[in-house]
């Protein structure tokens, strides 16, 4: 059985999350999702909108996913150790250096293949930040609700 993890923040679910887990699924038996927890999001990328709680139960029910998890605070591998992946899938669009994680995994002896997810581009909604500017606008020019003048 191959066990893969993708991760990531998942707040404001989309079109581009189920596209990246449905791509990781294709690399395995198994695929589990690492959740970014709260402080890792607002150090690395926003506030939240969805508490991570929320954002775990939600991908958790998403078809591709066998099981979730929130990440931890102050080790990223940590979770990496217990869950014993053999490949990470990466989203296209994750900062990460994966020669940096592969030498990281190497020095605490995990043997885990690195592999980048191709981007899904059939939809203009396909980020949370997409999502959030369309909301906002929608707001601004008064288009949100039926009616709104």
């Given at each position: 059985?191959?066990r893969v993890m993708a991760t ?142």
């Amino acid at each position: 059985m191959v066990r893969v993890m993708a991760t990531g923040t998942f707040d404001l679910l989309h079109i581009g999350h189920l596209y990246y887990l449905e791509e990781a699924k294709k690399l395995g038996d198994e695929l589990i999702v690492v959740i970014a927890n709260d402080e890792t999001v607002r150090k690395n990328k926003h506030n939240p909108v969805t508490p991570q709680e929320m954002r775990c139960k939600l991908v958790e029910a998403l078809k591709p996913v066998d099981k979730a998890a929130i990440g931890y605070k102050d080790d990223f591998l940590k979770i990496v150790e217990e869950i014993k992946p053999d490949i990470i899938a990466l989203g296209y669009d994750q900062n990460f250096d994966e020669e940096e994680i592969r030498n990281a995994l190497k020095r605490r002896g995990l043997n885990v293949k690195i592999v980048r997810c191709s981007k899904y581009s059939g939809d203009d909604l396909n980020g949370t930040r997409k999502i959030i500017r369309k909301i906002a606008d929608m707001i601004d020019n008064k288009k949100l609700y039926r009616g709104e003048k």
